[in-house]
């Protein structure tokens, strides 16, 4: 059975640093990986999907990247603005089934 | 806007009660999908449907709750007898044959259940 874990819980940094979220997954043989972000009490939003034969992805300041040997994911933000402020969650979808795993997910705060 | 939509956004209701949600996925999107989210907690897959076929349920998925799909259009999830373990936010993702090679997903803003 699939285990996502996302390290730290919790996250605060000042506006401007460069961060680095961490997820891990204990069954190599994924489909993909996929990184969320969700407000409070809203739906969530994907910011970028990474396929099994791929290594990493890039949207604006965003950088994700999936190495499925070691079962780890990073996701990259550079120069944080208050505004990127919310949970980010990863998931992995398994080969052959639609299911996605989610972790708990880590609460970011940017301090202005 | 035509994401995928949920209602009711918010539902209050006392334990025993039978409560319904409904899902209206993007237009053009064949692949449906419900899920739960506790507080703290990421969201956990409960039900899939390709067009009306519900191919894939989870053991959450216990006898008090159903998932239909009746046109392959929109979806309803409902919930009887609810207990106070069932409070939690219901979330709603649709896919479209375009991105299954992907698996790219597309979540509603969810249906929070509160039962009192």
């Known amino acids: 059975k699939q285990e996502v874990t996302q390290i730290p819980a919790a996250l605060s940094v000042p506006e401007g640093e460069n961060l680095v979220l961490n997820c891990s997954f204990t069954?190599?043989?994924?489909?993909?990986l996929q990184w969320f972000r969700q407000d409070p009490g809203k739906g969530l939003t994907s910011l970028l999907l990474?396929?099994?034969?791929?290594r990493e992805q890039t949207s604006g300041r965003l950088n994700a990247s999936l190495d499925k040997s070691s079962g780890r994911s990073t996701l990259y933000i550079a120069a944080s603005q208050p505004g990127d402020s919310a949970t980010y969650l990863c998931?992995?979808?398994?080969?052959?089934?639609?299911?996605?795993?989610f972790g708990k997910g880590t609460k970011l705060s940017v301090i202005p | 806007d035509t994401g995928v939509s949920q209602d009711p956004r918010h539902k209050i209701t006392k334990r025993g009660q039978n409560v319904t949600f409904r899902c209206d996925p993007i237009?053009?999107?064949?692949?449906l999908y419900w899920y739960r989210q506790t507080l703290g907690q990421g969201p956990e897959f409960l039900t899939y449907?390709?067009?009306?076929?519900?191919?894939?349920k989870s053991r959450l998925l216990s006898d008090r709750f159903s998932a239909e799909r009746p046109k392959g259009s929109f979806s309803t999830l409902e919930i009887q007898r609810t207990e106070q373990g069932d409070s939690a936010m219901y979330l709603c993702?649709?896919?479209?044959?375009?991105?299954?090679?992907?698996?790219?997903?597309?979540f509603g803003e969810g249906s929070r259940l509160t039962v009192l």
């Open positions: 993702a649709s896919s479209s044959p375009q991105t299954a090679n992907t698996g790219e997903l597309f």
């Open positions: 069954d190599s043989a994924i489909y993909n």
């Open positions: 990474i396929q099994s034969s791929q």
């Open positions: 998931a992995a979808s398994g080969a052959g089934s639609y299911q996605l795993t």
């Open positions: 237009s053009e999107h064949n692949r």
């Open positions: 449907f390709q067009n009306e076929a519900q191919l894939e």
